[in-house]
């Protein structure tokens, strides 16, 4: 007899290319984002976001980086001002819908094109 596996948690990895500049490059606009996901996705916020600007030395690593803990683990991303791209992971025990948050990700950023990937932990 087969056990049933336990789960953890549920993972989205989101990679976004040719994103809005103006919105990737805003910390305003970060913020809004983290504000209205946890809405769409129905996450409590534990705290206030992190938003750094960093990595200034190379146009690779330039860009705004975000972790927002959530009561049930967390949401972050990192930024790449040259290449438009954004790389969101959200990590929560409780279950979400990650088509919805996926779609919201991508309409919020003006992303042309998302890669995603869904983990079960």
């Known amino acids: 007899m087969k056990k049933k596996k336990k789960i953890y948690g549920y993972e989205l990895i989101m990679d976004l ?17 983290i504000d209205k996901l946890c809405k769409v996705i129905k ?3 534990y705290g206030n976001a992190l938003i750094s600007y960093f990595g200034e030395k190379s146009p690779h690593t330039k860009g ?17 001002d040259i290449w ?3 790389y969101i992971n959200i990590f929560s025990c409780k279950k979400f819908n990650p088509q919805i948050a996926s779609q919201f990700t991508k309409k919020f950023f003006q992303a042309k094109r998302v890669k995603r990937r869904f983990i079960i932990r």
């Open 17 to 33: 290319f040719e994103c809005d500049e103006k919105i990737i490059t805003s910390k305003a606009k970060l913020k809004e984002y």
């Open 43 to 45: 996450m409590k916020k």
């Open 64 to 80: 705004y980086s975000l972790v927002q803990l959530i009561e049930t683990s967390s949401i972050t991303g990192h930024f790449s």
């Open 84 to 86: 438009r791209s954004a």
